[in-house]
Nanobody, 119 residues
Framework: QVQLVQSGGGLVQTGGSTRLSCAVS??????????MGWYRQAPGKVRELVVD???????YYTASVKGRFAISRDIAKNTLYLQMNSLKPEDTAIYSC???????????WGQGTQVTVSS
């Protein structure tokens, strides 16, 4: 059984930064063999893909976060990160990490982390 445990987030001022972590554990799954992503859901809105990374390391960023957010992996720690810079109030949402064995087919989800950007 794969488990994704998130940490980080919280209250940040506009223009500030924060980093989310997603530690993957269970069985023998390694994040460099999985597709992983970060999603977010703001109040009253549908969940949206923020960024994802394939097992080969190819990344996709949604337009609104390009140049501000960065996804990375620490394979030794089996942990995925989301560095969020130049935060805006519209980035306020619950952020969830996801993992799967096939590209954008996510079988496992983190518990979700609230990020609130104050204006």
């Amino acid at each position: 059984q794969v488990q994704l445990v998130q940490s980080g987030g919280g209250l940040v001022q506009t223009g500030g930064s924060t980093r989310l972590s997603c530690a993957v554990s269970g069985s023998s799954f390694n994040i460099n063999t999985m597709t992983m992503g970060w999603y977010r859901q703001a109040p009253g809105k549908v969940r949206e893909l923020v960024v994802d990374i394939s097992d080969s390391g190819s990344t996709y960023y949604t337009a609104s976060v390009k140049g501000r957010f960065a996804i990375s992996r620490d394979i030794a720690k089996n942990t995925l990160y989301l560095q969020m810079n130049s935060l805006k109030p519209e980035d306020t949402a619950i952020y969830s990490c996801a993992a799967g064995h096939f590209y954008r087919v996510y079988d496992y989800w983190g518990q979700g982390t609230q990020v609130t950007v104050s204006s």
